[in-house]
């Protein structure tokens, strides 16, 4: 391998295409980008602004319906935009590798973990099955995955989110690429499990001196992870420094208002002084999944007019929480209370009226919405089938929402999901949730997979909401700014359990529990150097460790 320093890849002029409504028109607008070996390069900007579609194209590659259409892309002295598609192929998985944003949706769920990670050495002749199969061992042990020589033979379900994640980081390394492509490693990721996936790209960035561009719209996370950042808009670049620099002079007022986003504070309200009744009352809950289980004693209340967020890691039980509250899984023991009068255990034998109540705006919208049904229907579908809406009463109602989530009628009735950006679909989630006219929403992840910008965004229209229609909110997140920004009481969950609650100015507050301490810690902070000394106050000298001491 050349020295660390020379340069791996140039990108000249990159032009990009797609093709929408019978024409092409550019996505990408002249960008430049040099990367040098063993230097990491973190793309920011907020949905749309072009970084997984810059991303790809560094290997080469362009998404269906879209084209390089200009430029140069030079990687190692070869030109991939004349190369012909074979020798391409031959670079992906090889000389550059891809890690994807969810580790879970890219593994394949029918073969185990070390099958999938010997296939590219094989097939391109870098080891023999044996030899591939001994260096997934080694990469697991380098980074840290419990059980390195057991834990390939468990299939994707069988292992938590963060070791996934580091599994597919071990995978793309099987050939020892010269250049790795993260999109969003850590998006979906609680911020303990987000430690030991960060500190394991760094270590086996800096063990291979393997150059990497780092996508991500959190801007905290590449202050960790890049020597030099590149700001990105709409396609066109903004600004590039190093990381240092670009933290603490950023030059574009663009870049100056990434940096000031999450000022959005709303003003805490306090829980009622009078006796009435909350809306929804989680009283001594248990529950499992089959024998295995997943919530003891689990108490909080949600009064009117209230958000209260449930934090955790992976595992701690919120989304199991939220399932017995809407009677999907009905509790083993314990009671879920409406308005003081006690809920039966499953939805089935809930009332239309009971069902209607509570609502959920879901974590991924890209998925909670059929990309093959107008946002008018979305939308009324549930007025239709509560409110028992038509015609034009209908059509009003779901202009009257979509003016609610600040979506001209006019312009997106008609219009399918994929022909929207993510807040906007989001946008189009939570207003489907209101078509049933609920007292209580349970918003499940809503932001976190939406850049900081659009999230803000989501966040003030959710509180105007509130205000406006008297809705009480559960709201679980693993993003501690969110919890801050939103929340008026907080509820901590640990493996099924809640080991502290209260009011959120109280909760960030010490002294705490334990583990209210490790998450609090575990937040990165827009300083290079907070992960180092992270590590180094924990005395962590693993990443396994990372997350745990």
């Known amino acids: 391998m050349a020295n660390k320093g020379n340069i791996l890849l140039k990108i000249e002029g990159l032009r990009i295409e797609a093709y929408a409504e019978e024409k092409w028109f550019e996505i990408v607008h002249g960008v430049d980008l040099v990367l040098r070996r063993g230097e990491v390069m973190g793309l920011i900007g907020e949905s749309g602004a072009g970084k997984s579609t810059i991303g790809l194209a560094a290997m080469g590659f362009a998404r269906d319906g879209c084209r390089i259409s200009g430029g140069s892309i030079e990687f190692d002295g070869l030109e991939l935009t004349t190369t012909s598609e074979v020798d391409r192929r031959r670079l992906r998985g090889s000389k550059i590798a891809y890690v994807a944003q969810s580790a879970a949706a890219s593994f394949n769920p029918a073969h185990k973990l070390i099958d999938q990670h010997t296939e590219a050495p094989v097939q391109y002749r870098i080891r023999k099955r044996t030899e591939s199969q001994e260096d997934a061992m080694e990469l697991y042990e380098r980074l840290r ?76 996370v590449v202050a960790q992870m890049a020597d030099v950042i590149k700001v990105l808009l709409k396609g066109d670049q903004v600004e590039e420094a190093d990381t240092r620099t670009m933290l603490n002079k950023p030059q574009e007022e663009y870049t100056k208002s990434l940096w000031a986003v999450r000022s959005f504070q709303r003003e805490q309200k306090l829980r009622p002084s009078d006796d009435s009744a909350p809306v929804v009352a989680v009283e001594d809950v248990d529950a499992a999944y089959g024998t295995v289980r997943v919530l003891e004693d689990v108490s909080f209340d949600v009064h009117a007019g209230m958000t209260v967020a449930v934090v955790g890691e992976s595992g701690s039980g919120k989304s199991t929480t939220a399932r017995c509250i809407t009677g999907l ?120 997979a939406l850049d900081q910008l659009v999230a803000e965004g989501i966040l003030k229209l959710l509180d105007r909401l509130q205000r406006d229609l008297d809705l009480a909110y559960m709201f679980i997140t693993h993003d501690l700014a969110t919890v801050r920004s939103i929340a008026d009481e907080v509820v901590v969950m640990k493996q099924g359990k809640v080991v502290e609650q209260g009011a959120k100015d109280a909760m960030f507050k010490p002294p705490h529990h334990p583990y209210t301490d490790l998450l609090l810690s575990s937040v990165p902070e827009m300083d290079p150097d907070w992960l180092t000394t992270l590590l180094e106050e924990r005395g962590v000298d693993n990443v396994g460790d990372a997350a745990t001491t």
């Open 145 to 220: 995955l419990p059980n390195p020589r057991e834990i390939g033979f468990r299939y994707p379900h069988q292992v938590s989110g963060g070791q996934l994640q580091r599994a597919m980081t071990a995978m793309a390394m099987s050939c020892r690429p010269d250049l790795i492509i993260f999109d969003e490693p850590t998006t979906a990721l609680d911020v303990t499990t987000q430690i030991e996936v960060l500190a394991a790209v760094r270590d086996i960035v800096d063990q291979f001196n393997t150059a990497a561009i780092y996508i991500t719209h959190d801007l905290a």
């Open 329 to 448: 899984l009905p509790p083993l023991k314990g009671r879920i209370l409406f308005r003081g009068e006690e809920l039966p255990p499953s939805y089935l034998s809930r009332s239309k009226d009971q069902l209607r109540q509570a609502q959920m705006i879901y974590q991924m919208a890209d998925t909670a919405l059929n990309p093959k049904i107008r946002i008018g229907d979305i939308i009324g579908r549930p007025a239709q089938f509560y409110g028992g809406l038509k015609g034009t009463a209908l059509k009003n109602r779901v202009d009257e929402l979509l003016d609610m989530i600040e979506l001209d009628p006019s312009q997106f009735y008609g219009r399918y999901p994929p022909e929207l950006s993510g807040g906007q679909k989001q946008r189009v989630g939570i207003a489907r949730s209101l078509a049933a006219e609920p007292t209580f929403i349970i918003c499940d992840e809503v932001t976190s």
